[in-house]
């Protein structure tokens, strides 16, 4: 969810209007994916990188999220949406942490959507995590290193039970991964798009899942392959 900042810039506003449009952008979004039937939407939130931005940041960030937390809990229940934090939980502030924990444990019985917040994640930290946890698997006698397959990984990470990725959007203009879901983005499409985020909203979504259906998705396979998979 990039370019809060510079969409402030551009208007003479500070960093943290641009901030408070973004949460806007996040309503938005989320209502949006709803609708149209997306199972698992993530979003990336606060990175474990961005804890180096100025306090007034920071705090102004949790705030927002705090607020959101509480305006949006019920819809999210009346809605069907689930909400699951990635990342490194125990690195937020406490009012932040107990109403994160009291939205996900209302919400855990949701199925019509899931939404992932990530918060203090990096992708590199979460990979590092999960061999951490395996190694002590395997010290244990619970596992043996031959054992140790893509998907039995994948079960040590954050998002262990959810499925890769369709689609990651980047917006802002920049043409980075930035350290998100590096494991699990491995067949993900990319679509890049120079909005702001704050100006990200349904027909900017919209617009990139038909770009991402155009898309030919092989999976190392060749077109032909895939033209038959889809038949059978
Ligand atoms: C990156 O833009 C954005 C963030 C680090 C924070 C994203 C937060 C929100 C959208 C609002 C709060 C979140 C929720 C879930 C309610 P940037 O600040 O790096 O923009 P810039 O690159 O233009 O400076």
Redo the contacts with the bound molecule.
């Keep these: 969810?990039?370019?809060?900042?510079?969409?402030a810039?551009q208007r003479g506003l500070d960093?943290i209007a641009?901030?408070r449009e973004?949460?806007e952008?996040?309503r938005a979004i989320v209502r949006a994916s709803r609708e149209i039937g997306i199972k698992y939407l993530t979003?990336y939130?606060?990175?474990i990188e961005?804890w180096q931005r100025p306090k007034i940041e920071i705090r102004a960030?949790m705030a927002?999220?705090g607020r959101?937390l509480k305006s949006e809990l019920d819809e999210m229940l009346s809605n069907g949406i689930r909400l699951n934090v990635i990342g490194r939980i125990e690195d937020l502030p406490k009012g932040i942490k107990r109403r994160l924990k009291q939205a996900m444990d209302q919400t855990a019985h949701n199925r019509d959507m899931v939404l992932n917040?990530s918060l203090s994640y990096g992708g590199r930290d979460e990979i590092v995590d999960a061999a951490k946890r395996i190694s002590l698997r395997v010290k244990e006698g619970a596992l043996t290193p031959e054992e140790i397959t893509p998907e039995i990984f994948s079960a040590f990470l954050y998002t262990h039970g959810m499925p890769d990725p369709d689609l990651l959007i980047r917006t802002?203009g920049e043409f980075r991964v930035s350290n998100f879901l590096l494991w699990q983005i491995a067949y993900a499409e990319l679509y890049f798009t120079t909005t702001?985020?704050p100006d990200f909203r349904r027909e900017q979504l919209l617009a990139a899942i038909e770009d991402f259906q155009q898309r030919e998705r092989r999976f190392g396979m060749t077109g032909e392959q895939v033209a038959f998979a889809r038949k059978e």
Excluded at 1 to 7: T, V
Aim: proline share 0%.
């Design positions: 969810m990039d370019g809060n900042g510079r969409w810039k960093r641009g901030h973004g949460a952008s996040v979003l939130a606060l990175s961005n960030l927002l999220l959101f917040l802002s702001f985020w």
